[in-house]
């Protein structure tokens, strides 16, 4: 399996702008990027994902390299509700996913 | 919005009894899959289950393991003989077409003792 990089954690303050990097330099030309985010003691929550051209939804944004090898998703006011452990995930379509550590991202006030 | 719903929320065993843990996937989704997290460590692929059969399945996934979809609606996973080193979060999930996102219940609470 194509695997992640991701930082390990990241600090925020409410109300700014939060650029989470992945790096996936091994990316395979079917893999989807998958962002996925954790909250403490919850199940993992489906953020947003694509394939190639950048994603927006009403959680947040991914922007994807041309050249497809990083991404990073942007959360474009982050609440204290956004501090939660952050998943950047290669998967290709109907395959199971492979989680790693993720970001743990916090949020101050 | 659709949910995956998880129960019971909590189980507690004896080691060495069998435990079924359920879920409804969203309803209209042709895709299930079953994670665990032990405390502490990563979220971990168990299986993955489509058109009525295990499609994938992860090591961890042995003979004491067992998945059943019995009535179209619901998606058990059944462990049969209970180790201590199964107490783990459980989380079920389901995906509507191949490249959509996951929905991710919200989990049973394994605890073996």
């Known amino acids: 399996d194509a695997k992640t990089t991701q930082p390990n954690s990241m600090e925020s303050n409410e109300e700014e702008p939060v650029h989470l990097p992945c790096n996936h330099s091994?990316?395979?030309?079917?893999?989807?990027i998958h962002w996925y985010r954790q909250l403490p003691s919850q199940g993992p929550e489906y953020v947003i994902h694509?394939?190639?051209s950048n994603v927006n939804n009403r959680m947040a944004s991914l922007a994807i390299a041309e050249d497809r090898k990083s991404s990073t998703l942007i959360l474009h006011r982050a609440t204290l509700r956004d501090a939660a452990v952050y998943y950047c995930?290669?998967?290709?379509?109907?395959?199971?996913?492979?989680f790693g550590g993720g970001t743990r991202l916090m949020v101050k006030p | 919005e659709p949910e995956v719903t998880q129960t019971p929320s909590h189980q507690v065993t004896q080691m060495g009894q069998e435990v079924i843990l359920h879920c409804v996937p969203i309803?209209?989704?042709?895709?299930f899959y079953w994670y665990r997290q032990i405390l502490g460590q990563k979220v971990e692929f168990l299986v993955s289950f489509y058109n009525n059969e295990i499609s994938e399945k992860s090591e961890i996934f042995d003979d004491q393991f067992s998945v059943e979809r019995p009535d179209g609606s619901n998606f058990t996973l059944k462990i049969r003989s209970t180790k201590l080193e199964d107490s783990a979060m459980y989380f079920c999930?389901?995906?509507?077409?191949?490249?959509?996102?996951?929905?991710f219940g919200s989990g049973t609470r394994l605890t073996v003792v």
């Open positions: 999930a389901s995906q509507g077409e191949s490249n959509y996102g996951y929905t």
């Open positions: 091994t990316i395979s030309g079917t893999d989807y």
């Open positions: 694509g394939l190639t």
């Open positions: 309803s209209n989704h042709l895709y």
């Open positions: 995930i290669l998967g290709r379509a109907g395959n199971m996913l492979t």
